[in-house]
């Protein structure tokens, strides 16, 4: 059996590689094992110079790690750059802060020393997805690293030449022997993974349907995990937004990664009274973006990682109009020769309960845009969802805006003024159908150690 890499914008196929037997599976389970039994040992000093290494190594490769993200999933060139430059800052931030986090905390109590200690778990699995290749992998390695843990990569099927090259970054930077190995495996060998006594936890970035299996898989061996999962994220236009910001920020976040992403906006609750003005500007926006080869300077846009997807997602659009919604931008597949997997930027209004675009994630360059009566009105809307990774609201009144983040909107990260991001200082993951857990800040280095009280009488 083989994993084949595919050109979005041609389709062609791009290099296949030979999945990993069941023998070779376990001889690197084992093989990351037996290299933690060692990495567990080594000093937070000897860990930072490492991280700091491979940081300076992601740096060196970054015109060529951008390059296969754009061969492989489509990602543009100018975006896959500031990827690799978010992976190296987040090498460097937990190189620099790994050892105070999980520095011994002292507790008073009737012994004559109590303490709080963070102990590293093991082999830790990491299944990612494919929008963010680099990204979502160094978001879970730093951290786990820097805690002592090792850890084994199954990357979505579609991106096996940027999960072979993150491997090879561990090795060029100098980490020792197997801490952290790429599993060249589909979707029906995860299990056979989870069930291994050897791996302790697993951390999931990818649809909910993919963490509810996860999950059930590791709950039924008792083991950690961590789920970051989908999202419908609601971004509130209120009636004394700053427009133009407004406007402008949505489209942005709409089209980062050309929709796909988890916390890119989905759903604009846009106040009745400015919605006509809004809907208008935010058209602006989203036509000055330039759609065409990832590889092509100015590019803005490139296709979408896969056909298939492309096409559920105009399935999704095409069920909306059916069902009263309308397409004021967009909605159709190019034809233009050899543009295999490309999607137009698509805006849909009219948005009432019931239609996909009200409950369900689409994935890709597709507004939605659904009318408040007002601001209660509007965080109503906003929190009537299944999921909870993402929130903004727009408003010239920063304090109604700090409380409806604060206490009214129903979601892990929730933003002011601005679009949602993950910031390798800051806490990030989801509630609800959006899943659990946190990646990144001191909370995400805590998610996969041992938590251990030490009581001395």
Not at 14 to 33: G, N, P, W
Not at 206 to 225: D, P
Request: aromatic share 8%.
């Amino acid at each position: 059996m083989h994993i084949q890499s595919v050109n979005p914008v041609n389709g062609k196929i791009i290099k296949s590689y030979k999945e990993d037997t069941e023998a070779k599976l376990s001889r690197k389970i084992e093989q990351t094992h037996k290299a933690w039994l060692g990495w567990r040992e080594s000093s937070f000093s000897e860990r930072t110079a490492l991280m700091n290494r491979l940081a300076a190594q992601l740096t060196l490769a970054r015109e060529h790690l951008a390059g296969l993200m754009a061969v492989e999933m489509g990602k543009p060139l100018k975006d896959g750059l500031a990827e690799i430059d978010k992976c190296a800052s987040v090498c460097t931030y937990y190189a620099k802060n790994a050892s105070n986090f999980l520095s011994d905390q002292l507790v008073k109590t009737e012994a004559t020393k109590s303490y709080v200690s963070f102990q590293p778990l093991g082999v830790v699995l990491a299944v990612m997805p494919w929008n963010f290749p680099f990204w979502q992998v160094f978001r879970f390695l730093a951290p786990a690293l820097m805690a002592g843990n090792c850890g084994l990569l199954k990357h979505a099927s579609n991106v096996p030449g940027c999960a072979v090259a993150i491997e090879q970054l561990i090795k060029d930077a100098g980490f020792p022997a197997h801490v952290f190995q790429t599993l060249m495996i589909g979707s029906t060998a995860v299990a056979a993974v989870i069930e291994h006594p050897m791996v302790k936890a697993v951390t999931l970035t990818g649809s909910t349907e993919a963490g509810k299996k996860v999950a059930a898989q590791a709950g039924r061996m008792l083991k950690k995990t961590v789920l970051e999962l989908g999202g419908s994220d609601p971004y509130l236009v209120l009636e004394d937004a700053d427009l133009e910001l407004a406007a402008s920020t949505c489209a942005s976040s709409r089209l980062i990664n050309n929709g796909q992403s988890c916390i890119a906006a989905k759903r604009f609750i846009v106040d009745k009274k400015i919605e006509r003005e809004f809907t208008g500007l935010f058209i602006e926006k989203i036509k000055q973006r330039k759609t065409g080869d990832p590889f092509e300077t100015g590019t803005d846009l490139g296709p979408m990682a896969r056909a298939d997807l492309r096409d559920e997602l105009h399935q999704q659009v095409l069920k909306n109009i059916e069902m009263g919604a309308k397409c004021i931008l967009g909605g159709r597949i190019p034809t233009i020769k050899g543009k295999h997997a490309y999607y137009e930027p698509t805006v849909l209004t009219g948005i009432k309960k019931g239609m996909p675009a009200y409950s369900e994630e689409l994935f890709g360059p597709v507004a939605s845009i659904l009318t408040a009566r007002n601001t209660a009105h509007a965080v109503s809307l906003a929190n009537d969802t299944s999921f909870g990774l993402g929130a903004a609201v727009f408003t010239r009144n920063e304090q109604l805006g700090e409380d409806i983040a604060q206490t009214q909107l129903q979601a892990g990260s929730c933003f002011v003024n601005s679009l949602v991001k993950s910031d390798p200082r800051l806490p990030f993951g989801g509630i609800n159908q959006s899943g659990y857990g946190r990646e990144l800040g001191m909370f995400g280095i805590h998610e996969f150690v041992n938590i251990k009280t030490v009581y001395i009488q």
